[in-house]
């Protein structure tokens, strides 16, 4: 077998937490929980978000700002003039027949993260959520739902950020990392929840595989809900392209889909190229010159930013000298972390700086409270513990009070 080299790009949706929807006044389902219970659909709705004919958009503010403040903490070039565009094709899930998205003119250019070069960030409204249910599973319904799709508008226009990647990842591991560090960082900067089991975050796989310094024939893979999904479907289709051409055989470009219960990718439909979609600037929305609006400057968003996981770990080695794996835990789970620098604080200013008893505290927290736990089945809790006690407790070992 010769030797093939796959390469990857990824495209990521996540779901902004704004007050509105994009475009209307509705309430953004994302954030409340019971919008996105599957027994009350269709509840946050209105006559835009469901394109009824003769409404008018209205650009969501805060959505803007959220995806520049991402863009700024990226290293990424910011945007002066802006637009959004109309991205022309039918499904039920978009009653206009087409999404307005952006494609000249994203909001960020540029940028990196995790050794990973990022292409651009848009900003775009969400569809709403197609369900086809099996008319066995709803008794004395069996002959009205056979057949039948059912739509729910809750979702519907909800701010959406996607980020596309360079084709530079060239392995499974690489890509899963990436994204759960996009994943940490939307959750730091308090822009996305961004909880993939929920649908707030979703990945999307473009592979090609070639044996050659050219690319390979390229394959988008959708329908990936979990970053362990996305590095079994990277695997298999990369297993899937090489057998192709190993035997002689092109490889299709289209897109997939990926079923987690056999394992496989299956196809959907051939692979749309932009000219397909017919873009074309929104003619119901103004044109964006953000230099003129002040709270949307790179200043003002780098001000406001809070410490970000990078800025953090560094933060982490510097001052307490902790181990990478202690230093992942907190960054990971920002409770323990609290938790830990809580502790931290109630050590007199002299102990603060003996490395030796902050290490050991670290031990404690990520190996015996956190192992406790776990012990008892529950996520982390400080239990009857408080950082007050635990930094006594911390003091007692040191004094060879107790062991």
Known sequence: MSE????????IHAELKTRSKMFCGCANASIDHNANDEKTPNVYVCPICMGHPGTLPVINKEAVRKVLLVGTALGSTLADFTEFDRKN???????????????????????????????????????ARSTHPEAKNIPGKEDDLLGVSLVDFNR??????????????HSSEQAMNFAKELQLLLQYLDVSNANMEKGEMRVEVNISVSNTEKFGTKVEVKNINSFRAAGKAIEYEYTRQVALLEKGES????????????????????????HDYRYFPEPDLPK???SEIPELERGVLVTNMPEIPAQKRI??????????????????????GAFFESVISKISDENKQDKDLVKTTSNYITSDL?????????EFSYGKMTPEGFAQMIMMIKQGDIS
Request: net charge negative.
């Open 4 to 11: 093939y080299r796959m390469t990857i790009g990824l495209e």
């Open 89 to 127: 094709y039918f499904y039920p899930d978009i009653p206009k027949g087409y999404q307005i998205s952006q494609y000249k003119y994203p909001l960020v250019s540029g940028g990196s993260l995790a050794g990973v070069d990022i292409t651009r960030i848009h900003l775009e409204e969400d569809t």
């Open 156 to 169: 519907a226009g909800v701010p959406l950020m996607e980020l596309v990647t360079e084709p530079v990842i």
């Open 251 to 274: 490889v299709a470009q289209e897109t997939r889909g990926w079923d987690e219960n056999k394992g496989v990718t299956f196809s959907q439909r051939s692979k749309e190229n932009a």
């Open 288 to 290: 964006l010159v953000l």
């Open 315 to 336: 933060r982490f080695v510097e001052k307490f000298g902790l181990k990478p794996e202690d230093i992942e835990v907190y960054i990971t789970n920002r409770d323990v």
């Open 370 to 378: 956190i192992g406790l736990s776990k012990g008892v089945g529950a």
